[in-house]
Structure formats: C-alpha cells, structure tokens
C-alpha cells in the first residue's frame, strides 16, 4: 500500500478525509499539511492491534514507553514550523514511530531525525522505505543533543517534552530559524514554537498539551 492508496475498512479514504474535517473544525488551516494527514497511511505506523484506531484523533502506544502523536497535535506543530516561508532542512528530535518525519517529508526539502530507541528507529527506517520518502536521514542518537553535523537548520520539531528550552538546539538554528516542541512537566505542558534571534531567540507560548518526557542516553 503507498501513502497516497485509498485503503480499505477503517483504512478508507473516507476514514481519513472524517478525520481531515475534524482537523480543520479545530482550527489547522494549512492545506497542504491537510493533505498530508489524508495521505500518510497511519494505520501503518501502529501495531497491527490497533490499526481501527489509526484514524482517530488520540495518541497511541508505540511500545517502549511512547506513543505516536495524535494526528491535531502533529498538524499544528507541522503547521506552525511551516509558516513564515518554506523549509529547507528540518531536524526532528525524536523519531518514535516515523509518523511526524513522514507528514514533513515532501513539505521540506530534507528532513534530519534522532531517535535514542534503537528498535523504535529500526522498525521507522523500514516505513521510510516502504513509502519511498527518501529525503529522510535517520540517526540513532540521543536526540538532545541534535544533530550538530548537518546544522545549521531552518527548522526543529521536538516530539518529546524537555523541562525548559534547550539551548544547544537553539545553537544548532539558522538566525530566523524556528523551533516547535512542548516544554513542561508531566503535570503540565505547553506548546512552545522560539524562534533564533541576534540576541538569543523569543518565545511564543501557544497551548497545553501533553508529550511524553524527553529522555537522554540511548537505548
């Protein structure tokens, strides 16, 4: 099945496009970020288990202790790193189940992206190819630390939920470059998009949301 297949069941396109107008009900307006909720099969980047659920807008368990994002949350972070002008290369902090990577893939022109679970990131490499996104470089790495080698970036999405801003990421942006992650605690959280200045950078509270805690190490 390619992203762009219509699927079958609760892998339909109908399926899909419920949840595209729910999306839009909530406030994202970018189409082409639409268009690529509708496209990137995301029953695909869960277990098989729980396949008939792909399609609704909530989180699901990946395995490991994390979960793929649910299909809102991804759009607006998507969203919000897109405006302002076109992206030429993105990193990602924390490839999880390759669902995030997927969405930006044809929206920039190469993504960049860390993960610090090993078989998290095999089983992503592996959706990567079956759908043929071959502008995504993968890294098993701790994810806080970037991806130094390939920075400057125009953009960084973080996936997880560091306690404040991280700054050797900030380090690791274009001046004018932008950064869309959650920064809180378990207890709260809120979605932060900074943006790198001359003076260091400014920050841009937008809403509460809930991630998964950004670990160190590897694994």
């Known amino acids: 099945m390619t992203a762009a297949s219509p699927g079958i069941g609760?892998?339909?396109?109908?399926?899909?496009?419920?949840l595209v107008d729910r999306l839009r009900a909530q406030g994202v307006r970018d189409e082409r970020v639409l268009a690529r909720i509708r496209d990137v099969p995301r029953h695909l980047f869960v277990d098989e288990a729980l396949a008939t659920r792909a399609?609704?807008?909530?989180?699901?368990?990946?395995?490991?202790?994390?979960t793929i994002s649910q299909p809102y949350i991804v759009a607006r972070m998507t969203e919000l790193l897109l405006e302002g002008g076109n992206l030429e290369n993105?990193?990602?902090?924390?490839?999880?189940?390759?669902?995030?990577?997927?969405?930006?893939?044809?929206?920039?022109?190469?993504?960049?992206?860390?993960?610090r679970i090993s078989t998290l990131l095999k089983q992503?490499?592996?959706?990567?190819?079956?759908?043929?996104?071959?502008?995504?470089?993968?890294?098993?790495?701790?994810?806080?630390?970037?991806?130094?080698?390939?920075?400057?970036?125009?953009?960084?999405i973080v996936t997880a939920a560091p306690q404040g801003i991280p700054l050797g990421l900030i380090e690791q942006l274009k001046p004018g470059g932008r950064m869309v992650l959650p920064i809180g605690n378990k207890a709260e959280q809120a979605l932060v998009r900074v943006i790198r200045t001359d003076e260091g950078y400014s920050r841009e509270l937008l809403e509460r949301v809930s991630?998964?805690?950004?670990?160190?190490?590897?694994?």
């Open 211 to 219: 991630f998964v805690p950004l670990l160190g190490g590897v694994g």
């Open 124 to 156: 992503a490499r592996q959706r990567f190819h079956a759908l043929h996104l071959l502008n995504i470089r993968t890294k098993h790495a701790d994810g806080g630390e970037g991806w130094p080698h390939y920075a400057p970036y125009d953009g960084i």
């Open 90 to 115: 993105v990193l990602e902090v924390g490839t999880g189940s390759g669902y995030q990577a997927a969405v930006l893939s044809p929206l920039v022109r190469r993504v960049y992206t860390v993960e």
């Open 10 to 18: 609760m892998t339909s396109l109908r399926t899909r496009e419920r």
């Open 55 to 66: 399609y609704e807008d909530t989180a699901l368990p990946i395995g490991n202790n994390q």
